[in-house]
Protein backbone atom coordinates (compact mmCIF):
# COMPACT_ATOMS: atom_id res chain seq x y z
CA UNK A 1 0.00 0.00 0.00
CA UNK A 2 2.82 2.31 0.94
CA UNK A 3 4.15 1.88 -2.61
CA UNK A 4 1.12 2.75 -4.02
CA UNK A 5 1.23 5.83 -2.32
CA UNK A 6 4.61 6.78 -3.13
CA UNK A 7 3.61 5.85 -6.42
CA UNK A 8 0.52 8.26 -6.70
CA UNK A 9 2.91 11.00 -5.03
CA UNK A 10 5.31 10.72 -7.42
CA UNK A 11 2.68 10.21 -10.44
CA UNK A 12 0.84 14.09 -8.65
CA UNK A 13 3.99 15.38 -8.91
CA UNK A 14 4.69 14.48 -12.68
CA UNK A 15 1.60 16.13 -13.83
CA UNK A 16 2.66 19.26 -11.67
CA UNK A 17 5.88 19.44 -13.67
CA UNK A 18 3.92 19.40 -16.87
CA UNK A 19 0.50 21.25 -16.06
CA UNK A 20 2.15 24.50 -13.81
CA UNK A 21 1.42 27.61 -16.29
CA UNK A 22 4.97 29.67 -17.04
CA UNK A 23 2.23 32.68 -16.10
CA UNK A 24 -0.50 32.98 -13.46
CA UNK A 25 -2.72 35.59 -12.60
CA UNK A 26 -4.37 34.29 -9.47
CA UNK A 27 -2.78 33.14 -6.04
CA UNK A 28 -4.00 31.81 -2.49
CA UNK A 29 -1.84 29.82 -0.38
CA UNK A 30 -0.09 27.31 -2.65
CA UNK A 31 -3.14 27.29 -5.27
CA UNK A 32 -2.37 28.80 -8.25
CA UNK A 33 -4.45 29.83 -12.26
CA UNK A 34 -3.30 29.31 -15.58
CA UNK A 35 -2.71 32.96 -17.48
CA UNK A 36 -6.23 32.32 -18.83
CA UNK A 37 -7.41 31.68 -15.88
CA UNK A 38 -8.91 28.17 -16.71
CA UNK A 39 -6.99 25.68 -15.02
CA UNK A 40 -6.13 25.40 -11.37
CA UNK A 41 -3.17 24.01 -9.73
CA UNK A 42 -2.10 23.33 -6.35
CA UNK A 43 1.61 24.06 -6.43
CA UNK A 44 2.10 21.63 -3.48
CA UNK A 45 -0.75 18.72 -2.03
CA UNK A 46 -2.52 19.26 1.12
CA UNK A 47 -0.97 16.97 3.81
CA UNK A 48 -2.66 13.93 3.68
CA UNK A 49 -4.95 11.62 1.99
CA UNK A 50 -8.84 10.50 2.86
CA UNK A 51 -9.72 7.60 1.31
CA UNK A 52 -12.19 7.61 -1.44
CA UNK A 53 -15.64 5.86 -0.15
CA UNK A 54 -17.63 3.82 -2.47
CA UNK A 55 -19.97 5.53 -3.80
CA UNK A 56 -20.95 3.23 -6.83
CA UNK A 57 -22.84 0.44 -4.49
CA UNK A 58 -25.14 -1.17 -6.76
CA UNK A 59 -25.89 1.07 -9.14
CA UNK A 60 -25.77 1.30 -13.18
CA UNK A 61 -22.73 2.85 -14.14
CA UNK A 62 -23.72 5.70 -16.47
CA UNK A 63 -20.86 6.75 -17.19
CA UNK A 64 -17.59 6.85 -14.48
CA UNK A 65 -13.96 8.19 -15.28
CA UNK A 66 -13.40 8.01 -10.86
CA UNK A 67 -10.37 5.42 -10.17
CA UNK A 68 -11.17 2.79 -8.26
CA UNK A 69 -7.75 3.39 -5.99
CA UNK A 70 -9.44 4.69 -2.75
CA UNK A 71 -6.32 7.10 -2.64
CA UNK A 72 -6.05 8.48 -6.49
CA UNK A 73 -10.24 8.49 -7.28
CA UNK A 74 -8.85 11.70 -9.04
CA UNK A 75 -5.72 14.26 -9.93
CA UNK A 76 -5.36 16.05 -6.35
CA UNK A 77 -3.59 18.93 -7.43
CA UNK A 78 -5.32 20.13 -10.91
CA UNK A 79 -8.62 21.09 -12.02
CA UNK A 80 -10.72 23.44 -14.03
CA UNK A 81 -11.70 26.64 -12.59
CA UNK A 82 -14.71 27.17 -11.04
CA UNK A 83 -15.72 31.07 -9.59
CA UNK A 84 -18.10 33.21 -8.91
CA UNK A 85 -18.19 36.97 -10.13
CA UNK A 86 -16.62 37.98 -6.96
CA UNK A 87 -13.60 35.65 -6.08
CA UNK A 88 -10.56 37.06 -6.06
CA UNK A 89 -10.01 35.23 -9.70
CA UNK A 90 -12.19 38.17 -10.80
CA UNK A 91 -13.89 36.26 -13.43
CA UNK A 92 -16.75 34.08 -13.38
CA UNK A 93 -15.62 30.41 -14.56
CA UNK A 94 -17.59 27.06 -14.91
CA UNK A 95 -17.10 23.09 -16.83
CA UNK A 96 -19.09 20.80 -17.84
CA UNK A 97 -18.34 17.29 -19.05
CA UNK A 98 -20.56 14.81 -21.54
CA UNK A 99 -21.82 12.03 -21.57
CA UNK A 100 -23.53 9.48 -23.18
CA UNK A 101 -25.90 6.82 -22.26
CA UNK A 102 -25.37 3.82 -23.47
CA UNK A 103 -29.50 2.59 -23.07
CA UNK A 104 -32.81 4.36 -21.64
CA UNK A 105 -31.74 4.87 -17.81
CA UNK A 106 -32.99 6.83 -14.79
CA UNK A 107 -29.78 9.00 -13.52
CA UNK A 108 -30.12 8.92 -9.88
CA UNK A 109 -26.73 9.80 -8.34
CA UNK A 110 -24.31 12.25 -9.80
CA UNK A 111 -20.54 12.33 -8.32
CA UNK A 112 -18.05 14.57 -8.90
CA UNK A 113 -14.43 16.08 -7.69
CA UNK A 114 -14.49 19.35 -6.69
CA UNK A 115 -11.90 21.01 -4.10
CA UNK A 116 -12.49 24.34 -2.58
CA UNK A 117 -9.76 27.51 -2.75
CA UNK A 118 -11.19 30.66 -0.89
CA UNK A 119 -14.50 32.33 -0.86
CA UNK A 120 -17.95 30.41 0.24
CA UNK A 121 -17.24 26.80 0.35
CA UNK A 122 -19.82 25.61 -2.44
CA UNK A 123 -20.42 24.92 -5.62
CA UNK A 124 -23.67 24.13 -7.82
CA UNK A 125 -23.99 21.10 -9.66
CA UNK A 126 -26.23 20.45 -12.36
CA UNK A 127 -27.53 17.93 -15.02
CA UNK A 128 -28.61 19.40 -18.22
CA UNK A 129 -30.01 18.59 -21.50
CA UNK A 130 -27.18 18.99 -25.04
CA UNK A 131 -27.91 22.07 -26.94
CA UNK A 132 -25.66 21.97 -30.04
CA UNK A 133 -22.90 20.37 -28.46
CA UNK A 134 -23.10 22.85 -25.48
CA UNK A 135 -24.87 22.32 -21.89
CA UNK A 136 -28.60 23.48 -22.41
CA UNK A 137 -31.08 23.98 -20.00
CA UNK A 138 -30.97 21.97 -16.55
CA UNK A 139 -33.07 19.37 -15.82
CA UNK A 140 -31.92 19.42 -11.98
CA UNK A 141 -29.46 20.94 -9.46
CA UNK A 142 -28.49 20.83 -6.57
CA UNK A 143 -26.01 23.50 -4.22
CA UNK A 144 -23.27 21.53 -2.25
CA UNK A 145 -20.85 22.74 0.91
CA UNK A 146 -18.19 21.61 2.73
CA UNK A 147 -16.09 20.48 -0.24
CA UNK A 148 -12.93 19.43 0.72
CA UNK A 149 -9.90 21.17 0.40
CA UNK A 150 -8.29 21.53 -3.12
CA UNK A 151 -4.89 19.90 -3.59
CA UNK A 152 -6.04 16.35 -1.72
CA UNK A 153 -7.93 13.11 -2.14
CA UNK A 154 -9.87 11.69 -2.39
CA UNK A 155 -13.59 13.14 -1.14
CA UNK A 156 -16.17 13.09 -3.79
CA UNK A 157 -19.07 15.21 -4.09
CA UNK A 158 -22.46 13.05 -4.26
CA UNK A 159 -25.94 14.69 -5.42
CA UNK A 160 -29.10 12.73 -5.41
CA UNK A 161 -31.11 12.79 -8.13
CA UNK A 162 -34.08 11.39 -10.37
CA UNK A 163 -34.11 12.24 -13.79
CA UNK A 164 -35.04 9.79 -17.12
CA UNK A 165 -32.55 10.01 -20.02
CA UNK A 166 -32.71 8.79 -23.18
CA UNK A 167 -29.82 5.80 -24.60
CA UNK A 168 -27.88 7.65 -26.97
CA UNK A 169 -28.56 10.52 -26.40
CA UNK A 170 -25.82 13.73 -24.98
CA UNK A 171 -26.13 14.92 -21.49
CA UNK A 172 -23.71 16.85 -19.52
CA UNK A 173 -22.72 17.84 -15.52
CA UNK A 174 -22.43 20.96 -14.70
CA UNK A 175 -20.24 22.35 -12.28
CA UNK A 176 -20.51 26.35 -11.49
CA UNK A 177 -21.08 28.94 -8.78
CA UNK A 178 -24.29 30.42 -7.85
CA UNK A 179 -26.24 33.44 -6.27
CA UNK A 180 -25.01 31.96 -2.65
CA UNK A 181 -21.60 31.63 -4.17
CA UNK A 182 -20.79 34.77 -6.13
CA UNK A 183 -17.13 34.64 -4.10
CA UNK A 184 -15.68 31.05 -4.22
CA UNK A 185 -13.09 29.93 -6.13
CA UNK A 186 -13.20 26.31 -6.35
CA UNK A 187 -11.61 23.33 -8.71
CA UNK A 188 -12.84 20.18 -10.57
CA UNK A 189 -9.87 17.80 -10.47
CA UNK A 190 -9.00 16.20 -13.70
CA UNK A 191 -9.96 12.51 -14.24
CA UNK A 192 -7.19 9.86 -13.01
CA UNK A 193 -8.14 7.13 -15.39
CA UNK A 194 -7.71 8.83 -18.62
CA UNK A 195 -5.47 11.33 -19.45
CA UNK A 196 -6.24 12.20 -22.71
CA UNK A 197 -7.67 15.36 -24.44
CA UNK A 198 -10.93 15.27 -24.40
CA UNK A 199 -13.85 17.48 -25.92
CA UNK A 200 -16.00 19.26 -22.95
CA UNK A 201 -17.36 22.32 -22.33
CA UNK A 202 -15.54 25.76 -20.51
CA UNK A 203 -17.66 28.67 -19.29
CA UNK A 204 -16.10 32.62 -19.12
CA UNK A 205 -18.01 35.44 -18.49
CA UNK A 206 -21.80 34.33 -19.63
CA UNK A 207 -20.32 32.00 -22.51
CA UNK A 208 -20.28 28.53 -23.25
CA UNK A 209 -17.64 27.39 -25.67
CA UNK A 210 -16.18 23.98 -26.60
CA UNK A 211 -12.78 23.03 -25.21
CA UNK A 212 -10.49 20.33 -25.21
CA UNK A 213 -8.74 18.82 -22.10
CA UNK A 214 -8.57 16.08 -19.46
CA UNK A 215 -12.31 15.59 -18.02
CA UNK A 216 -13.07 16.50 -14.61
CA UNK A 217 -13.73 13.39 -12.53
CA UNK A 218 -17.30 12.45 -12.17
CA UNK A 219 -19.40 9.65 -12.54
CA UNK A 220 -23.32 9.56 -13.69
CA UNK A 221 -24.85 6.78 -11.65
CA UNK A 222 -28.91 5.03 -12.02
CA UNK A 223 -31.02 2.11 -12.75
CA UNK A 224 -32.39 0.55 -16.00
CA UNK A 225 -36.00 1.43 -16.35
Do not use: E
Not at 75 to 80: K, T
Not at 110 to 136: C, F, I, K, R, W
Request: glycine fraction near 12%.
Amino acid sequence: MMNRILRGSALCSLALIFSIPALAVTTHRGVTTSKDGKVTVATSPASGFTPGTDVIDALLPIYNNLSTYPLGRYWCCSGWTISGPNSIVGQTYAAAMPFTPAGNATVTKLVVSVGYVTGTNGVTVTLNSDAGGLPGSALASFDLSGLPQFGSCCTLQVSNTGVPVTGGTKYWVVVATGDDTLDTWDAWNQNDTNQTNQPFASYNNGVWSPSLGILGGFAVLGTRP
